[in-house]
């Protein structure tokens, strides 16, 4: 798979770990990963942001394995959080968990299903 990450010179950069578009040539398979909840597989929930959203990561990572496929396949997330407070942990939990990969990123600041749930994350990734 050929991937690049797009960033216009035209366009505002971006900032915090992302790239403004990603290119795949070559792919043989996505995968869509649906929103992914701050719970562990024994249905508990972690205590405040950072813990939540270390679990969301681990929850992506989970769905990843299960697939084949590992963090570095991920070229799109999408990231709903309910508090603009935590946008700067959030970018900081999830730089850790991606390091330089850099793939399209959305945030939005939304209500969500269940209000003890902090953030919830989907991935799309692409082999």
Known sequence: MKRDNINAINAPQPRGGYSQAVSLENFQRLLFVSGQIPMTSDDVLPEG??????????????????????????????TYLVDRNHVLANREIRNDYL????????????????SAWLLEVEVVAAQ
């Not at 681990?58 to 997330?77: C, F, P, R, S």
């Not at 390091?99 to 269940?114: N, Q, R």
């Open 49 to 78: 942001f950072e813990a939540q959203a270390r679990q969301v990561w681990l929850n992506v990572d989970a769905q990843l394995k299960a697939a084949g496929m590992t963090k570095t396949n991920i070229v799109k997330v999408t």
């Open 99 to 114: 390091g330089s990969l850099a793939p399209a990123m959305t945030v939005v600041i939304a209500g969500i299903f269940d």
